[in-house]
């Protein structure tokens, strides 16, 4: 009998322990998840506050630089507008006459600086026409003309220069424009004129264009000129399509 009792209750005991280890388990597993799950969440919450808000912000500056290029775009078809009504009321002819062209090769397919298309003498393109991207952002002019096909050298070809006009302000002043290679120009001009960066760099003449804007001016302390750097309205190693000026109206 005494044996009896003895067994069960060290199986109650045993029984007993285990029940308690398992509560404990239980219990610690409850606990850790817990803390894990807090762990995480003061890690991972700031993590994706941080990263809503910093996309958030560069969501806010592209849509900003996009309102600011379609509102230059939109001023700039404004004034193209106004500049094509003025000189019809002078009765001079402000149209221009182009042959839309594809671009077969570019760089470094070619020399740099340098286009290929798809048009040629059949399509009346003569040396000498003005090329442009697209409206008046002017990009090159025709150095060789064939059947078919014709090439065209970038204004920023290296060793021409051109006599353009510099838009400073409310004003324009003439400047003999270098090119650089690489879609790059450079001018001189008198020390104090007031040139700045974003300053718009035009084709003189009855039919005007936008041949550059200027990136960069050097200025030296105690020299009476300052370098203008500029560079092309476009990339044109990104040109699929470019608009070949029928008039020669090359300065």
Same mark, same amino acid.
Do not use: C
């Given at each position: 009998?005494?044996?009896?009792?003895?067994?069960?209750?060290?199986?109650?005991?045993?029984?007993?322990?285990?029940?308690?280890?398992?509560?404990?388990?239980?219990?610690?597993?409850?606990?850790?998840?817990?803390?894990?799950?807090?762990?995480?969440?003061?890690?991972?919450?700031?993590?994706?506050?941080?990263?809503?808000?910093?996309?958030?912000?560069?969501?806010?500056?592209?849509?900003?630089?996009?309102?600011?290029?379609?509102?230059?775009?939109?001023?700039?078809?404004?004034?193209?507008?106004?500049?094509?009504?003025?000189?019809?009321?002078?009765?001079?002819?402000?149209?221009?006459?182009?042959?839309?062209?594809?671009?077969?090769?570019?760089?470094?397919?070619?020399?740099?600086?340098?286009?290929?298309?798809?048009?040629?003498?059949?399509?009346? +393109?003569?040396? *000498?026409?003005? &090329?442009? #991207? =697209?409206?008046? !952002? $002017?990009?090159?002019?025709?150095?060789?003309? /064939?059947?078919?096909?014709?090439?065209?050298?970038?204004?920023?070809?290296?060793?021409?220069?051109?006599?353009?006009?510099?838009?400073?302000?409310?004003?324009?002043?003439?400047?003999?424009?270098?090119?650089?290679?690489?879609?790059?120009?450079?001018?001189? +001009?008198?020390? *104090?004129?007031? &040139?700045? #960066? =974003?300053?718009? !760099? $035009?084709?003189?003449?009855?039919?005007?264009? /936008?041949?550059?804007?200027?990136?960069?001016?050097?200025?030296?302390?105690?020299?009476?000129?300052?370098?203008?750097?500029?560079?092309?309205?476009?990339?044109?190693?990104?040109?699929?399509?470019?608009?070949?000026?029928?008039?020669?109206?090359?300065?």
């Amino acid at each position: 009998m005494r044996n009896r009792l003895g067994v069960r209750q060290l199986r109650l005991v045993r029984a007993t322990a285990w029940v308690m280890v398992l509560v404990v388990l239980f219990g610690v597993a409850v606990f850790w998840r817990a803390e894990v799950r807090s762990v995480l969440l003061r890690v991972v919450t700031p993590l994706l506050a941080l990263r809503n808000s910093f996309g958030a912000s560069e969501a806010d500056v592209l849509r900003q630089e996009l309102a600011a290029v379609r509102a230059r775009v939109a001023d700039r078809d404004v004034l193209y507008a106004e500049n094509l009504d003025l000189k019809n009321r002078l009765r001079r002819d402000a149209a221009v006459h182009s042959t839309l062209a594809g671009v077969l090769l570019r760089p470094p397919a070619v020399p740099y600086d340098t286009l290929v298309v798809d048009v040629g003498a059949d399509q009346g +393109v003569q040396v *000498g026409n003005i &090329v442009a #991207a =697209g409206g008046t !952002v $002017l990009v090159g002019t025709v150095t060789e003309v /064939y059947a078919t096909t014709a090439k065209v050298r970038l204004l920023s070809s290296p060793g021409t220069t051109y006599e353009w006009l510099l838009s400073i302000k409310d004003k324009t002043i003439p400047v003999s424009v270098e090119g650089q290679g690489g879609g790059s120009m450079r001018a001189k +001009v008198p020390a *104090g004129t007031g &040139v700045v #960066a =974003g300053n718009s !760099v $035009l084709l003189p003449g009855i039919f005007g264009g /936008y041949t550059g804007s200027v990136s960069y001016v050097e200025v030296k302390s105690g020299e009476s000129f300052e370098t203008v750097y500029m560079h092309l309205p476009v990339n044109p190693l990104e040109l699929r399509y470019v608009e070949i000026w029928n008039e020669n109206t090359t300065q």
